[in-house]
């Protein structure tokens, strides 16, 4: 089993430590693009891919993304066929 295997089998188990870190490497091994617009946008990071777009906070202090998160995520990626 591979990354990119591994990562999804452990995000759709919703796991309450899934690092954004993690989700950053997951999308980006499915083909998403990071962008941020400057210093205007504060924590917010989009991904691109194609016509998919996935808004995040960056979590902070802590690391790890919040459970509705996670389930807002594997939502968006099933409804559009890339999990």
Known sequence: MGRKEKLIQRLLSVP???TFEEMQSLL???GFEMSNKGKTSGS???FYNGNTVIILHKPH?????LEY???QIIEKLKED???
């Open 16 to 18: 309450k430590d899934f």
């Open 28 to 30: 980006e091994i499915l």
């Open 44 to 46: 917010r990071v989009k």
């Open 61 to 65: 202090p802590r690391k790890e993304l």
């Open 69 to 71: 998160q996670v389930k």
């Open 81 to 83: 066929e890339l999990i």
